[in-house]
């Protein structure tokens, strides 16, 4: 219990490479959040149940709360402050469309939500709505009652389908 | 100045409406959806150090000694707070009834498991909660009392000494002539009903930021606050400081439901800040912790309710015999959910007498708060079943009992037995388009093809009133005092004609700055985005309640059009002034001050808020040079209660109807919910798709609350739920999504005709469930009527029936 020994690690971050000195205990939701300073990474229950935390790393979606900061050393780790386009400014299409689908209410659960689509959509550009359900079952919403949320991820696998054909 | 409020949206001063009523896209989600909103927890202030709180793991005990040297020694903690320092520096919680509050760490003895014994106040919270492990707290234990009976029992143990007994509360209201009604039944239909405790869960628990300046002694509380003022005012009341020297600064809330806004949370950091020498002391409770002893915990009841009814389906008399575990104490003001009844305490129908026997009780569960509905989803669940006990009674139809007993557009304004008056409703038509919709008849037919094959499957046709825009009285007979709710809006235009409104209340989901943004621009003739929503500090914000109670919607739309109108007022003098006329010959048309007769003439809203600040020498003698304008509004007619707690309450009252189908299966006792529709009555919907998703994320609570969520607790009081591994939130594989649709009739008393609609669905869900689940079990002559109704219990209903 006593203090630790820090341990250096390497995280790249939506593109951006950090170097850090941190504790071997700290979460890497807490690294990315506090450390950091990306507070788009919400923490709802931190015992891995309700994926408000859910980010990519290398690609794939993890709860950044049961992961440690130094588990992802050496790792891409993408979160929703990724998502917009870094020259434009422009939101990316998965969140354009969770705003005209109304696929949010206090916006809390919804980075965690956009990051599962991101993982869906990368794999399965036209999912049904089984699909969906199966792929976000693990993220919880108090507020949406889910059904928006499936409109959204609906809109934003059509534009993202639109968008490549262009 | 007398201030007309535009009754219907046709009223605004714009040829059309272009957002009121319209589907738009919210104001609030960009950021949200960025990820850029500033959450409590997003924002870190200099110096600041973290809070965490020891708590205690019995139910009931005496605090013999706490020893925090060895917490105290530990490099990174800058202070610890123990029930000495509160027991000198604070009061226990204000409560109504009054008396039943705790201080905000124990002082003496603890009452409920997860209640704080001490805190620290280290460099992060890793290093906090090293802390507390070194913390050693020596306890008496004492017999826990784990239910309602055990603490009405003679012998039981007190949990607050000073009041001699663990009854908060016992009362009886009787309204009009029960006992005759009963006597003169034809059935009396009579059943028990026990609802198990349920809570909020917001995705994002409670946060504060607490700052103690030394040197005046006054504090800063940053944090997700949904009632501001309210818990800055309860605060100045706990922490011994004056009123005007507590700030709270709303931050955009994840969720709420209800139970944001951790009071102990608050004094704790705030006392830590305080020993730390002013630091900033930020607490996020953890989920844990929000299981144990957050402050959305709901409605832990024993039911014993009867219907009078006639042998032609007329009901004309209601019983309800209530025990209500509050828990440990009434801190969290449970009792408010046992008084909100009385607003719609016979639902959608002509009752002409009611009974309503109150027990409130004090056990070591955690202390019960607000949650969605805040009181009357119970309540419906045991109205809406005896309804169908009693359509099974008589063979009739659920649906055409409902009918029958409903009350008719042409009664409306109506008052309840209970005394609170409903403003409008159509119920039949909202019923005949819901059994449209669903193909009523179709459900049943395929029902009774169904059974015959063997399948358990139920039908729930249920209706309700939500009661909307509360006011304290409706709260009177629990304690609460007053009348009104006031609630402010700031218009304030700048030199280039920019709208800024300000708000006492910050972002909870709900979309009401988009609400505000919408009503104002099409006021003023402006772009929704060309609105600025602005949220105060409570300290300089106008009055305010926030969230609650059904209400924020019509109350800030409310605010809104009072401030336009006063500011109209004001602009209309500038021009008149300018154009050499009189006020009344100027009028406001889609974002133009023009002439009445000559409307080609006019100022745009620029030109004026620019004269007003830029150019004083043409203003009217005397005028002040504002283009602001700040309305209070509250609903008007409230009354004061009578002894029986009569009062006109809630202003407007909301109808839906659910129609549900539901399969049963016979092995496991897992419901399906196969299809589920909706169409419901709010008036006018001000926003299409946040009175969708409030009814949308309702239903899923109800459903949690029917089937799924549970406070757990053992028979010595432990609590058997600390994650959401034991706590069942539904997830999207178990929320039904509902077809619905509306029908509108505005209200006559409210802003632009738009009812309290936010809490919703929960009012309905979990009782037309619940009897979608006894329709199913009805041919094997068994029912359940204790939630949620979960695979276990239902399985056992199953094997009553098969024991025959
Ligand atoms: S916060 Fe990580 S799963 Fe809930
Ligand atoms: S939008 Fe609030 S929890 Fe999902």
Not at chain 2, 501 to 509: A, K, P, R, S
């Amino acid at each position: 219990m006593a203090m630790s020994t820090k341990q250096g690690i390497c995280i790249t971050v939506n593109g951006v490479r950090h170097e850090r000195e941190v504790e071997p205990r700290l979460t890497l939701a807490d690294f990315l959040r506090h450390e950091l300073a990306l507070g788009g990474t919400h923490v709802g229950c931190e015992h891995g149940i309700c994926g408000v935390c859910t980010v990519l790393i290398d690609g794939r979606s993890a709860r950044s709360c049961l992961a440690l900061a130094v588990q992802a050393d050496g790792c891409q780790v993408t979160t929703v402050e990724g998502l917009r386009d870094r020259t434009t400014g422009h939101l990316h299409p998965i969140q354009q469309a969770f705003v005209e689908a109304h696929g949010l209410q206090c916006g809390f659960c919804t980075p965690g939500f956009m990051m599962t689509t991101l993982e869906l959509l990368a794999e399965n550009a036209e999912p049904s709505d089984e699909a969906i359900k199966e792929a976000l079952g693990g993220n919880l919403c108090r507020c949406t009652g889910y059904e928006s949320i499936i409109a959204s991820v609906r809109l934003a696998a059509q534009r993202l389908r639109e968008q490549k054909r262009t | 100045m007398a201030i007309k409020i535009p009754a219907l949206p046709e009223q605004l001063p714009t040829a059309q409406p272009r957002f009121v009523g319209r589907e738009v896209q919210r104001v609030e989600d960009p950021g949200l959806v960025s990820g850029t909103a500033e959450f409590i927890d997003n924002l870190a202030l200099p110096g600041m150090l973290h809070c965490a709180i020891l708590r205690s793991p019995h139910p009931h005990a005496r605090v013999v000694g706490v020893d925090t040297r060895a917490a105290e020694a530990l490099p990174g903690v800058l202070a610890v707070l123990t029930g000495e320092d509160v027991r000198r520096w604070s009061n226990p919680a204000y409560t109504a009834p009054e008396g039943w509050g705790a201080y905000c760490i124990a002082v003496d003895k603890v009452r409920f498991v997860g209640e704080p014994v001490a805190a620290v106040a280290a460099v992060n919270r890793y290093v906090a909660e090293d802390a507390l492990e070194l913390i050693r707290v020596d306890y008496d234990v004492l017999k826990p009392v784990p239910t309602p009976a055990v603490a009405m029992a003679p012998d039981a143990p007190v949990l607050f000494e000073e009041r001699g007994s663990n009854v908060i509360q016992s009362r009886v209201y009787n309204w009009g002539d029960v006992d005759r009604v009963f006597a003169e039944a034809d059935h009396v239909v009579q059943n028990t009903f026990r609802w198990n405790r349920v809570g909020a869960n917001p995705t994002e628990t409670f946060g504060c930021i607490c700052q103690w300046d030394i040197s005046d002694d006054s504090l800063t509380c940053h944090g997700a606050y949904q009632t501001p003022r309210f818990w800055a005012m309860a605060r100045a009341l706990a922490l011994n400081l004056p009123t005007n020297k507590v700030r709270v600064i709303p931050h955009p809330m994840g969720g709420g439901f209800g139970g944001k806004g951790g009071p102990r949370g608050t004094d704790i950091a705030a006392l830590l800040s305080r020993k730390s020498g002013g630091r900033p002391v930020k607490y996020i409770e953890d989920r844990m912790e929000y299981l144990l002893a957050g402050f959305g915990q709901s409605w832990d009841r024993y039911y014993d309710a009867a219907l009078a009814v006639k042998a032609d389906g007329t009901v004309t008399g209601l019983k309800v015999k209530l025990i209500d575990d509050q828990g440990a104490g009434t801190e969290g003001w449970g009792t408010i959910s046992v008084a909100k009844p009385l607003a719609a305490f016979t639902g959608a129908y002509r009752i002409e007498a009611a009974q309503y026997d109150t027990v409130l009780v004090a056990t070591n569960r955690a202390p019960t708060g607000p949650y969605r509905g805040y009181g009357p989803p119970p309540h419906f669940l045991v109205l809406e079943s005896l309804m169908d006990m009693a359509a099974r009674r008589l063979g009739m139809d659920p649906a055409e009992l409902r009918r029958r007993n409903y009350i008719r557009p042409d009664q409306f304004p109506y008052t309840i037995p209970s005394g609170n008056e409903y403003d409008s409703g159509n119920y039949e038509a909202v019923l005949d388009k819901v059994l449209a919709m669903s193909d009523y008849r179709g459900l049943r037919e395929s029902q009774a093809r169904w059974r015959a094959d063997g399948r358990l499957i139920g039908i729930g046709v249920v209706s309700t009133v939500e009661p909307g825009v509360f006011d304290w009285n409706a709260y009177a007979t629990v304690g609460v005092q007053g009348i009104g709710v006031p609630e402010g809006a700031k218009v304030a235009f700048d030199m280039l004609g920019n709208l800024t409104v300000v708000v006492g209340f910050n972002l909870q989901g709900q979309g009401q700055f988009t609400v505000a943004a919408q009503v104002a621009a099409d006021y003023w003739g402006l772009d929704l985005g060309a609105v600025k929503v602005a949220s105060a500090p409570t300290d300089i914000g106008p009055p305010s309640f926030g969230q609650g109670g059904s209400r924020l919607g019509v109350a800030i739309t409310g605010a809104v059009l009072g401030a336009s109108e006063k500011l109209k007022a004001i602009f209309c003098q500038v021009v008149a002034h300018l154009m050499q006329t009189t006020p009344d010959q100027v009028e406001l048309m889609d974002g133009r001050l023009r002439l009445k007769a000559n409307p080609q003439v006019g100022m745009s809203l620029a030109e004026v808020a620019g004269t007003m600040l830029g150019r004083s020498d043409l203003l009217p003698p005397g005028m002040e040079p504002c283009p602001e304008a700040t309305f209070v509004w509250t609903a008007e007619g409230r009354t004061m209660p009578d002894d029986q707690g009569r009062c006109r309450s809630y202003l407007t009252a909301a109808n839906a109807t659910h129609v549900v189908m539901v399969e049963v299966d016979r092995d496991t006792g897992r419901t399906d919910i196969l299809k589920y529709f909706i169409v419901d009555d709010c008036g006018t919907r001000l926003n299409l798709a946040n009175v969708e998703g409030q009814l949308q994320g309702a239903l899923a609570q109800g459903v949690g609350a029917a089937l799924y969520e549970e406070y757990v607790y053992n028979d010595e009081a432990q609590p058997l739920v600390t994650t959401f591994v034991d706590y069942l939130m539904p997830t999207i594989h178990e929320v039904p999504m509902a077809t619905k649709d509306f029908v509108v009739t505005p209200s006559p008393v409210a802003p632009l005709g738009a009812k309290g609609c936010g809490e919703g669905a929960i009012h309905t869900t979990p009782a037309a469930v619940l009897c979608a689940i006894n329709d199913a079990l009805a041919p094997l002559g068994v029912e359940i009527t204790e939630t949620p109704a979960s695979p276990h219990r239902v399985w056992k209903t199953l094997r009553r029936a098969r024991a025959g």
